[in-house]
């Protein structure tokens, strides 16, 4: 029996992504392994390309196997069908999946010799099913930056020191340990209820990351310094023991197949065209979208920027009256005819790593997904935060003032809260040229260069990955302490 290493996917292509591409890596340098991945049912999320997605990787890697689970036994709650429940939804189906995951675990485990369980840290209510009730050496994957982890880790202790929601604390400075100072009224909405299911559900998973057989984190050393060394010296669990950190990352795409030969994606043919470093890309991930009245906002400030642009637009959100229209009709009258030599205007999907890493891209406006600033970072190309939900606006203060890889765009303070055109105009200007710019640039390339070190044998994250792969052979509670063994 092959020794078997189980992923377990949050639904959403920017989570499935990044735990195929971990499996992808621990295959690459470790292939004694076979990969199981086990992906929840979600339903009303709708996941373009998913389904394709999931056939190529099944085709070029062998010794990945996926699994969809059914779906739950127990009704989903109505009141969680529209998206903007999504957060909350994603943490009953953790709790509502457990009975199929513990079924497809011990299905798995007659089949293959089990080593290890590795949870997305949104599917947290797994950790009962296969650490508790299994005992299985169960990871948690950490899907997002490693500030991020460090707020996570510390959200326990914050919780206990103060009775208050984000909500009531409002304009005020949260100090997380390795982690710029944070106005409490940035945390993820979904968070700011005290009593919700989001906020008391990612307090739960501070406690029991803690508790796990290791914490492995999608950056690495030199990207993220401050927030790993207020983790490993004990600053976000006070009176504790740090389980193993593992930062492995990046761990990114390098794009797929469908981009080559005769099904290359138009726009990258677009892009060759275009002299080098001279292009904004603008794409919002897997989910991001846009009201009629920002995207024309976007329209009219790329217009009058001047910039070459490459723009992937979404409609707005299915739940909105506004998704019936067509794309034409969301943006300014005429305007993709008098900007069709400098622009080029992609609906909902383009193959992003590809493009990122053309010649021709010199700047990337991001929504600040973690996977979208690795790619840019792997890219070295400078990136304008737009955050726009979960915890995307502290991804947008690592990435500024961190690791000082991008500038970023601010909303009107007043009533509907959008990203005027003079605004997206002026940032454009200043990131594609300006001294500013010039020096966002130089760090980008200089963290592109550290991030392939940090992959390349002897890098340090290959030595966690070689770490981790160590604990996961022992197949059993790996000893506290740090990741350096
Ligand atoms: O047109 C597109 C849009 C997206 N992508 C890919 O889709 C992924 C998107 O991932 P990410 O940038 O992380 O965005 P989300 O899908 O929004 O990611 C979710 O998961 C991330 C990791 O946990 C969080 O940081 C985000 O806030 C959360 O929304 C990336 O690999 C992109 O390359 C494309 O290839 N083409």
Redesign the pocket.
Known sequence: MKDTIVLYT?P????L??MVELGKLILTYHPCFSIDIIIPTAPFVTSAGTDDYIASVSATAPSVTFHQLPPPVSRIPDTLRSPADFPALVYELGELNNPNLHETLITISKRSNLKAFVI?F?CNPAFQVSSSTLSIPTYYYF???GS?LAANLYLPTLHKNTTKSFRELGSALLNFPGFPPFPARDMALPMHDREGKVYKGLVDTGIQMAKSAGIIV?TFELLQERAIKAMLEGQCIPGETLPPLYCIGPV??RGNGENRGRDRHECLSWLDSKPSRSVLFL??????SFSSKQLKEMAIGLERSGVKFLW?VRAPAPDSVENRSSLESLLPEGFLDRTKDRGLV?E??????E??NHESVGGFV????????L?GVCAGVPMLAWP?????KM?KAVVVEEMKVGLAVTRSEEGDGLVSSAELEQRVSELMDSEKGRAVKERAVAMKEAAAAAMRDGGSSRVALDNLVESFKRGRMAPLGQSKQ
């Open positions: 949050s959403g292509r920017g989570h992504n990044s997305d949104l899907t997002t930056a991020v999608n990114v795409g794409c919002f991930g897997s989910l991001g992937v992609v909902s999907w383009a193959p992003q790593v493009v990122l991001t929504h600040c997904g973690w996977n979208s600033v790619e726009l939900y979960a915890e995307q991804i």
